[in-house]
């Protein structure tokens, strides 16, 4: 996986592969890594570095060159990209996980990036989705449909140490927090919290992030707002820090475009109430679990918020108690096989 060590997607793709060895073996799943990248995301999955690296032309390289290179030395019975990605060639089967996410337009190298990706998937051996999302078209190949599933970390019971990991990842005492935001999605939040903002005092703060290397071009926006004394832009967050994190948000802001759709069941998971941008995805992963509000409505979004910090009416309590009986199902998936089914690999 060419996956950036600080972004929220390369969390929820290696806990999708933690899920896949916790059903087949510990030994039975290796990750084919980039060796120009840095090691910042934990698990315990033996890895075998090849070519390629994080930037567009190091995703290019390993999905088409170090991946299938990989899969030649190691002739596995199936190769699963975590992402919507497959090379255009391979000894072995690829199968490969695909979104909901909108297109993105790209120019340069991640525009051929994305065409070689696209044909790649057109040949892919087997697709897979979330059943919780839009189906997508797959063509011929078919959509294999595999139920959400999140680690037992993620949970509202707060743990010993939860106040230690948010201090260490940054968080102040009382924030609200949007959790892996695209970059074209952070004016749009930092818009809503400045309806926000006003009625909530000094020590509530908009938490946004992890970012990665376009935090200062976020840290920027939020200057040019006038918001420096209230938002805190972070740049990564420790993986096994992220269920305390949540747990220690008033609630989840979310755009149209967040990194992973994983960011909302993490949240459903711990307790966490959600106001966010309406969309067909957010709409089916959330369902009742959710407060959405129209795309480009920045005032709404941030009505939205202050609605569920307020919470007059009970509604933070309402979508909680949904959202978690939502996460009753992703923590009984975890583990239950399906997903190495999907793959016809044999448990």
Not at 72 to 93: F, G, I, T
Not at 119 to 134: H, K, M, T
Request: net charge neutral; aromatic share 6%.
């Amino acid at each position: 996986m060419a996956a950036r060590p600080w972004d929220v997607e390369a969390q929820a793709q290696f806990e999708l592969l933690t899920r896949l060895a916790a059903e087949l073996g510990p030994h039975a799943v290796i990750v084919a890594w980039p060796r120009r990248t840095s090691n910042r995301l934990d698990a315990d999955l033996p890895r075998l570095p090849t070519s390629g690296g994080t930037d567009s032309w190091g995703r290019l390289l390993f999905e088409q060159v170090g991946l299938p290179r990989a899969a030649a030395r190691l002739r596995p019975e199936a190769v699963l990209v975590p992402y919507a990605s497959a090379p255009l060639a391979s000894q072995s089967p690829i199968a490969a996980m695909i979104d909901s996410q909108p297109p993105v337009r790209a120019r340069g190298l991640d525009r051929l990036r994305g065409a070689a990706a696209k044909a790649g998937l057109s040949g892919a051996w087997r697709l897979l989705q979330w059943a919780d999302e839009p189906p997508r078209a797959a063509g011929s190949r078919g959509l294999s449909r595999v139920s959400p599933a999140v680690l037992t970390t993620f949970r509202p019971t707060p743990a010993d140490d939860d106040a230690a990991r948010r201090q260490e990842g940054g968080m102040p005492p009382s924030y609200v927090l949007a959790l892996g935001p695209s970059i074209r999605d952070v004016r749009h939040l930092l818009a809503a919290w400045s309806w926000m903002a006003p009625s909530l005092g000094e020590e509530v703060k908009l938490a946004i992030g992890p970012l990665g290397p376009e935090a200062p071009t976020a840290a920027a926006a939020a200057r040019d707002l006038g918001q420096e004394a209230s938002v805190i832009v972070f740049e990564r967050l420790p993986w096994e820090g992220l269920p305390a994190v949540l747990r220690g948000a008033s609630c989840l802001l979310v755009g149209e475009s967040p990194a992973s759709w994983q960011v909302l069941r993490w949240s459903l998971a711990c307790g966490l109430p959600v106001a966010g941008v309406s969309s067909h995805a957010a709409q089916a992963v959330l369902g009742e679990a959710g407060f959405l509000v129209p795309p480009g409505d920045a005032r709404a979004l941030g009505a939205a918020s202050l609605s569920l910090l307020v919470d007059d009416d009970g509604l933070a309590r309402r979508l909680k108690e949904a959202g978690l009986a939502r996460a009753a199902g992703y923590h009984q998936a975890w583990g239950d096989g399906r997903l190495a089914a999907a793959l016809s690999v044999r448990i």
